[in-house]
């Protein structure tokens, strides 16, 4: 099982980040997906989720209104879309599988 991320970076409060995670090594559109974040100090949490078939998606309170998770079955890819970001929004952000697998992260930071 290999999950890559992609698409972190710095940006301005207010802007907007896609982060990509690439699944391999399972058959992806059995199971739902799932995007976590780690902040300097604090524990990982769950920020979004997405059933097997899209149908079921979950949102921490924290990103509600402003985070979009997506996936395509097809690709084998699962998207995190991020509008509006606040600074608080800075971790590192990490694609996970209900295997027990995950990716090895991308850093996400919010600042002026």
């Known amino acids: 099982v290999q999950l890559v991320e992609s698409g972190g970076g710095l940006v301005q409060p207010g802007e907007s980040l896609r982060l990509s995670c690439a699944a391999s090594?399972?058959?992806?559109?059995?199971?739902?997906m799932s995007w976590y974040r780690q902040a300097p100090g604090k524990e990982r949490e769950l920020v979004a989720r997405?059933?097997?078939?899209?149908?079921?998606?979950n949102y921490a309170d924290s990103v509600k209104g402003r985070f979009t998770i997506s996936r395509d079955n097809a690709k084998n890819m699962v998207y995190l879309q991020m509008n509006n970001l606040k600074p608080e929004d800075t971790a590192v952000y990490y694609c996970?599988?209900?295997?027990?697998?995950w990716g090895q992260g991308t850093q996400v930071t919010v600042s002026t």
């Open positions: 996970y599988v209900p295997r027990g697998y």
């Open positions: 090594g399972f058959t992806f559109s059995r199971y739902a």
């Open positions: 997405v059933t097997n078939a899209g149908g079921g998606i």
